[in-house]
């Protein structure tokens, strides 16, 4: 079976201080991976999303980067975070084969930026 | 802009009773939607969905029908239980190479015992 791993799950970063987040999908090949954000009281934003190594699309402009270095691992970076950077961030994942439509979401990182 | 609306921040209904849960979409481009559930510090997980080709779609407690010209979908859970309190998000996938999903803003039901 698939299982989305998402690190750390809780993150207090300085203002100014670089981040990373990693998220790795077992069980899947060549997957379509996703990062989304829930500020506080909001829904869903999608961030970027990746349908291959090295291709990563951006939905929004912001202070935010995307990698996806190999398969299953798709990473999420700043140089350096600003304060409206505080949010859940939710990594996902989707079949590309078939007609499979749905994302299966990973536990999430809490980041507050002080 | 947002294509995904769900214009009802919090709903209370008594345990036995139905909810009922709206969306309004403004893309008619969207094929296929998606219901989420949601708690606190968890990811969303994957409910129940439907495509644009049908008008209702049921899976034991929880059904949801599309109505394509009033672009609107709605869930329907009956009979509510209280482990069904949850932030309840409803997505419309776009035709996008990625199959992006657009999220609404989510609605907070809780079931009262």
């Known amino acids: 079976s698939q299982t989305i791993h998402q690190w750390p799950a809780t993150l207090v970063q300085p203002v100014g201080s670089p981040l990373s987040l990693e998220c790795t999908v077992e069980?899947?090949?060549?997957?379509?991976l996703y990062w989304y954000r829930q500020a506080a009281g909001r829904g869903l934003q999608l961030l970027f999303y990746s349908v291959g190594i090295g291709q990563i699309s951006s939905e929004v402009p912001q202070n935010l980067s995307a990698s996806r270095p190999q398969d299953r691992q798709f990473i999420l970076s700043s140089k350096k975070l600003l304060l409206s950077d505080s949010g859940f961030y939710l990594c996902?994942?989707?079949?590309?084969?078939?007609?499979?439509?749905?994302?299966?979401f990973g536990p999430g990182t809490r980041l507050t930026v002080l | 802009d947002q294509q995904v609306k769900q214009n009802s921040p919090s709903l209370s209904v008594q345990e036995g009773r139905i909810s009922i849960l709206n969306c309004d979409y403004t893309?008619?481009?969207?094929?296929?939607f998606l219901w989420y559930k949601k708690y606190p510090a968890e990811g969303p997980t994957f409910l129940i969905s439907?495509?644009?080709?049908?008008d209702k779609n049921e899976d034991g407690r929880f059904t949801v029908f599309l109505n394509k010209s009033a672009k609107h979908l709605s869930l329907h859970i009956v009979p509510s239980q209280p482990g069904d309190s949850a932030v309840y998000f409803c997505?419309?996938?776009?035709?996008?190479?990625?199959?992006?999903?657009?999220f609404g803003s989510g609605t907070q039901l809780t079931v009262l015992p």
């Open positions: 997505a419309a996938r776009s035709t996008g190479s990625a199959r992006q999903l657009t």
């Open positions: 893309n008619s481009m969207f094929d296929y």
């Open positions: 439907i495509s644009s080709i049908k």
């Open positions: 069980g899947t090949s060549n997957p379509n």
């Open positions: 996902a994942w989707k079949i590309t084969s078939g007609t499979y439509n749905e994302q299966f």
